[in-house]
């Protein structure tokens, strides 16, 4: 099976715009996780969407928002981009039910000047 | 929320020692303990996982412990080869909720 990808892999953007990343899960996988990596903070848990439904959110401001489409692609959009939200965006897909196993996507870094 | 202590931050080896890296935990309905390689440049990784009902659980030459109790897990790798050179994160949730709370990570060297 095909791992899970993330578009674009670098964007730079500047403060004050908004930004759009994209990720497909592996084959089948139906719940995508979204984490952002940063030197400071490590990596954090942003939200997770199953069957088109946000299940669980992380403690980020609400600028950062995602959906999930019917063939469980995911996207997260952060509106009013700060300095601060630079940093690398990683997804991660599992399978439903009792298997607790999440794999990453390459992640898309994000500068924002 | 759950909490996450991950130590040491920096581990040097020699190649063919062992490397220990440990992880205590906060929330006790926590159940899945995931450890996550991160090599430069690259995506994390899912080398070993353990549930709470399994105090052992071993792969080739990596192995992870868990204290239920004690509210901590350990990650073991024997042998180290320059190629375990990479930062090593662990994470904590209850499982079902995929909401991974992880560690600071330990960047590991291995010396030739």
């Known amino acids: 099976k095909a791992g899970v990808t993330q578009t674009p892999r670098y964007l730079i953007k500047t403060r004050g715009q908004q930004v759009t990343l994209s990720c497909s899960p592996i084959s089948g996988h139906r719940s995508v996780s979204w984490y952002q990596q940063t030197p400071g903070q490590g990596l954090q848990f942003l939200f997770e969407?199953?069957?088109?439904?946000?299940?669980n959110k992380g403690n980020f401001p609400g600028r950062f928002s995602g959906r999930q489409f019917s063939n469980s692609r995911s996207e997260m959009n952060v509106s009013t981009l700060e300095l601060g939200d630079s940093a690398l965006y990683l997804c991660?897909?599992?399978?439903?039910?009792?298997?607790?196993?999440?794999?990453f996507g390459p992640g898309t870094r994000l500068t924002v000047t | 929320g759950e909490n996450v202590e991950q130590h040491p931050s920096t581990l040097s080896v020699q190649e063919g020692d062992s490397a220990v890296i440990k992880c205590t935990y906060s929330?006790?309905?926590?159940?899945?303990f995931p450890w996550y390689k991160q090599e430069l440049g690259k995506r994390p990784q899912l080398i070993i996982d353990?549930?709470?009902?399994?105090g052992e659980k071993k792969d080739q030459r990596i192995a992870v412990t868990l204290n239920k109790t004690a509210k901590h897990f350990s990650l073991h790798i024997t042998e180290t080869q320059p190629e375990d050179s990479a930062v090593y994160f662990c994470a904590a949730s209850s499982g079902s909720a995929r909401q991974l709370t992880f560690g600071s990570g330990t960047q590991l060297t291995v010396l030739p």
């Open positions: 969407y199953f069957s088109e439904t946000q299940r």
């Open positions: 929330d006790s309905a926590s159940n899945y």
């Open positions: 353990i549930r709470s009902n399994v």
């Open positions: 991660a897909s599992s399978e439903p039910g009792l298997t607790y196993e999440q794999y």
